[in-house]
């Protein structure tokens, strides 16, 4: 019950991040989610997308350094305190969150957020007992 996240090393510097954009266009790919952590001279872009494969077929022959990675898709009511049965979910059950971010949809409600953890399979099987139900790359797909 995982979803693909690509990550994209980008120089950091003026134009990166829209040239970047301009191929996944070019390519009809649309992006779900994206987060961009930076350094002086590089950034790790993060991106969810439609079609992982394609997309990262895309990039490697735009010249683009990227990886695949599997991260959890976590459907969290969207009301003050809705993350916080998450993190503590996790925390109690010594599940490690190595970084998050939020994506939208039109879903009115509902939040949604990616989690990298050190162990997918703990992270899901606390979850799901919990009566917490990560979503896979369909239902994501879907959104």
């Known amino acids: 019950m ?5 990550s994209v090393f980008l120089e950091n510097k003026p134009n990166q991040l829209a ?13 779900r989610a994206m987060s961009v952590a930076d350094t002086k001279d ?5 991106v969810i997308v439609d079609d992982t494969y394609k997309t990262a077929c895309v990039l490697k ?3 683009y ?11 969290i009511p969207d009301e003050p305190g809705g993350l ?15 970084y998050t971010y939020a994506f939208i949809t039109r879903q009115k409600d509902t939040a949604y957020m990616i989690f990298r953890v050190e162990n997918n399979e703990k992270a899901i099987e606390v979850l799901t007992k919990n009566g917490i139900t990560p979503i896979c790359q369909d239902a994501l797909n879907e959104l």
Do not use: W, Y
């Open 61 to 63: 022959d735009a010249g």
């Open 84 to 98: 916080t049965k998450l993190l503590t979910i996790l925390g109690d059950n010594g599940v490690n969150l190595e």
């Open 2 to 6: 995982t979803v693909k996240q690509i």
């Open 65 to 75: 350094v990227c990886s695949i990675t599997p991260v959890l898709a976590v459907a």
């Open 19 to 31: 040239e970047f954009v301009k191929v996944l266009n070019e390519n009809h790919i649309d992006m």
């Open 42 to 46: 590089f950034g790790i872009l993060r």
